[in-house]
């Protein structure tokens, strides 16, 4: 299939004209992404510091602990349980490798194939799907519900 010079020249215009499209589309797109990350974590740090009431929280109401899992040993209760007492009894964001740290440090191990880190990234990742985690630059922040906090 042969073209004409005119219709080669045409092209190749076009061509040019669609990279510099899609250069500014790419360009756009990159800004969008920057600023509706920024805005998820101004949302996030919004949510955590607001009052757990239906008037300005839509979070699902977190799991609240029985007695008997707050006063057993950490190695004795679920990993996903371990991972909410850590978060209370610590009080401060933690990355995975912290809290994988100080569940060992406390007796906790992964009784299985999958290593402990494995299960604590997994769980934490599980948590942050649920609402009961925030994530933000590598760390995790633990939404507590009112009755956590008394």
């Known amino acids: ?9 045409e ?3 076009e061509a040019i004209s669609l990279e510099k499209d899609l250069a500014e589309l790419v360009r ?6 920057a600023k509706s ?14 009052p757990n009431n239906s008037e300005t929280d839509n979070l699902p109401q977190m799991r609240i602990f029985s007695p008997r899992v707050a006063d057993e040993p950490l190695a004795d209760i679920s990993i996903r ?20 740290h100080y569940l ?14 494995a299960r604590v990234a997994s769980e934490l990742y599980k948590l942050k799907r649920a609402n009961e985690m925030n994530y933000d ?6 939404i507590h519900s009112e009755y956590e906090s008394q």
Do not use: W
């Open 11 to 13: 092209l190749r215009g």
């Open 81 to 100: 349980d371990a991972i909410r007492r850590v978060f209370i009894e610590v009080k401060r964001p933690m990355t995975s490798s912290e809290v994988c």
């Open 28 to 33: 756009q797109t990159e800004e969008i992404n």
């Open 37 to 50: 990350e920024k805005i998820r974590r101004r949302l996030a740090a919004i949510k955590v510091l607001l």
């Open 104 to 117: 060992r440090s406390h007796g906790a191990s992964s009784n299985g194939k999958t290593s402990l880190s």
């Open 137 to 142: 630059n590598g760390r995790y922040f633990y």
């Open 1 to 9: 299939m042969s073209f004409t010079p005119q219709v080669i020249s």
